[in-house]
């Protein structure tokens, strides 16, 4: 089934029709990921989409069958009827439902650039709509607010998460094995639990690697329980929809300067838990963790938060008001919203010392905000 609504589907063809745009041509690919093919039709990958003016979907799935068990959309067409090539099929179909030899299509941010020499190809008089941001923008604003069932498919993932939280505990407190022995418990527990995958490989690092915001490798072969500052960064994906959560684990005794890198995360998530209510503006929640990381010497080299949904970065963003006239031009103010979810992340890191970093995922539903995974320090001895 699609996630998007009747009424956001009137939204979008409004802004088509605002701005002139015959169809949106979407492509999901391997090499070109893009959710917003998911988000129109429910087809889970490898498929090329076209949205008319008037609100029809029209699917070229490279599985046919697996188009039949999730897609929700108005005509489907087999690629192998175009000599195999599913730009093909939605270029003819582009031109049936535009009944034009000039139409302007819409494609979003990242696109192939071999489906543009297609359509130049088969409509060298079409005219690709000039700027691809405007559409990006569109789709992350619709995404931006979450459905019920949407919201259900995250709590579910979420649920699946926070079993998984009792499993890493159990883990640091018995005080044996790798980063990658981790990664794979959590691999293996989250599919029992009913993930259908990982929402994104774990990142998970001991004291020697916690410094890093995304450690690389992803999971070493070291051991894990080292003296000081760890942390995992993981995810559940559940039909389709992502959690995100980081535990924050220490091992035995800490210096001065670990516990107070420890202590102002926790104090700078708690400011920004408290602070999140409807109508806020995320850069103020932002900067109410900022303050106090700020305040106790330290720079937080990333943004508090993302949105959660078919994509484990999503709409809206949780971080600072720029303060540089160029990017203030771009930017817009956004508020809390009724259906919107995100995540709340602080992190402190420092090379030598180690780092650490909370992150839960919030909901806002039906006025209520709801931190609903449940992610906190772990102390082991």
Request: hydrophobic content about 40%.
């Given at each position: 089934?699609?996630?998007?609504?009747?009424?956001?589907?009137?939204?979008?063809?409004?802004?088509?029709?605002?701005?002139?745009?015959?169809?949106?041509?979407?492509?999901?690919?391997?090499?070109?990921?893009?959710?917003?093919?998911?988000?129109?039709?429910?087809?889970?990958?490898?498929?090329?989409?076209v949205l008319t003016a008037g609100g029809e979907v029209c699917?070229?799935?490279?599985?046919?069958?697996?188009?039949?068990?999730?897609?929700?959309?108005?005509?489907?067409?087999?690629?192998?009827?175009?000599?195999?090539?599913?730009?093909?099929?939605?270029?003819?179909?582009?031109?049936?439902?535009?009944?034009?030899?000039?139409?302007?299509?819409?494609?979003?941010?990242?696109?192939?650039?071999?489906?543009?020499?297609?359509?130049?190809?088969?409509?060298?008089?079409?005219?690709?709509?000039?700027?691809?941001?405007?559409?990006?923008?569109?789709?992350?604003?619709?995404?931006?607010?979450?459905?019920?069932?949407?919201?259900?498919?995250?709590?579910?993932?979420?649920?699946?998460?926070?079993?998984?939280?009792?499993?890493?505990?159990?883990?640091?407190?018995?005080?044996?094995?790798?980063?990658?022995?981790?990664?794979?418990?959590?691999?293996?527990?989250?599919?029992?639990?009913?993930?259908?995958?990982?929402?994104?490989?774990?990142?998970?690092?001991?004291?020697?690697?916690?410094?890093?915001?995304?450690?690389?490798?992803?999971?070493?072969?070291?051991?894990?329980?080292?003296?000081?500052?760890?942390?995992?960064?993981?995810?559940?994906?559940?039909?389709?929809?992502?959690?995100?959560?980081?535990?924050?684990?220490?091992?035995?005794?800490?210096?001065?300067?670990?516990?107070?890198?420890?202590?102002?995360?926790?104090?700078?998530?708690?400011?920004?838990?408290?602070?999140i209510d409807l109508g806020v503006p995320f850069w103020k929640?932002?900067?109410?963790?900022?303050?106090?990381?700020?305040?106790?010497?330290?720079?937080?080299?990333?943004?508090?938060?993302?949105?959660?949904?078919?994509?484990?970065?999503?709409?809206?963003?949780?971080?600072?008001?720029?303060?540089?006239?160029?990017?203030?031009?771009?930017?817009?103010?956004?508020?809390?919203?009724?259906?919107?979810?995100?995540?709340?992340?602080?992190?402190?890191?420092?090379?030598?010392?180690?780092?650490?970093?909370?992150?839960?995922?919030?909901?806002?539903?039906?006025?209520?905000?709801?931190?609903?995974?449940?992610?906190?320090?772990?102390?082991?001895?």
């Amino acid at each position: 089934m699609r996630a998007i609504t009747q009424e956001k589907i009137d939204n979008l063809t409004e802004f088509m029709e605002k701005n002139s745009i015959d169809v949106i041509l979407i492509a999901d690919w391997e090499n070109a990921r893009d959710v917003n093919m998911r988000f129109l039709s429910g087809h889970p990958m490898d498929a090329t989409l076209v949205l008319t003016a008037g609100g029809e979907v029209c699917l070229v799935p490279w599985d046919k069958q697996l188009a039949e068990d999730h897609a929700q959309v108005d005509v489907t067409l087999d690629f192998t009827q175009y000599a195999n090539r599913q730009a093909g099929g939605a270029i003819e179909y582009i031109k049936d439902a535009t009944k034009k030899d000039n139409p302007i299509i819409g494609v979003n941010n990242n696109i192939p650039y071999r489906f543009i020499l297609n359509i130049k190809e088969r409509l060298p008089n079409a005219t690709i709509f000039s700027n691809p941001k405007e559409i990006a923008d569109k789709f992350s604003t619709l995404r931006a607010t979450k459905s019920p069932q949407e919201l259900d498919k995250l709590t579910e993932a979420a649920k699946i998460g926070n079993k998984t939280i009792a499993d890493i505990k159990k883990f640091a407190e018995e005080k044996q094995g790798t980063e990658s022995d981790l990664s794979f418990i959590v691999m293996k527990k989250m599919r029992e639990y009913g993930a259908e995958d990982n929402a994104f490989p774990s990142l998970i690092a001991n004291t020697n690697r916690s410094h890093m915001i995304h450690c690389h490798p992803s999971a070493g072969n070291n051991r894990y329980a080292e003296q000081g500052l760890a942390l995992i960064d993981f995810g559940a994906l559940f039909e389709g929809y992502c959690c995100d959560i980081t535990v924050p684990i220490t091992f035995g005794k800490l210096t001065p300067e670990q516990e107070k890198i420890r202590d102002t995360t926790l104090k700078a998530y708690e400011a920004a838990i408290e602070s999140i209510d409807l109508g806020v503006p995320f850069w103020k929640i932002s900067k109410a963790a900022n303050d106090v990381i700020e305040t106790a010497g330290y720079v937080m080299p990333h943004g508090l938060g993302h949105g959660l949904g078919l994509a484990v970065h999503d709409s809206p963003g949780v971080r600072q008001k720029p303060t540089d006239s160029i990017a203030l031009k771009g930017w817009t103010e956004r508020v809390v919203e009724d259906g919107m979810v995100f995540t709340i992340e602080p992190g402190v890191y420092i090379k030598g010392l180690g780092g650490q970093r909370l992150e839960n995922d919030v909901m806002i539903r039906n006025g209520k905000v709801v931190v609903y995974t449940k992610s906190e320090l772990v102390e082991v001895e």
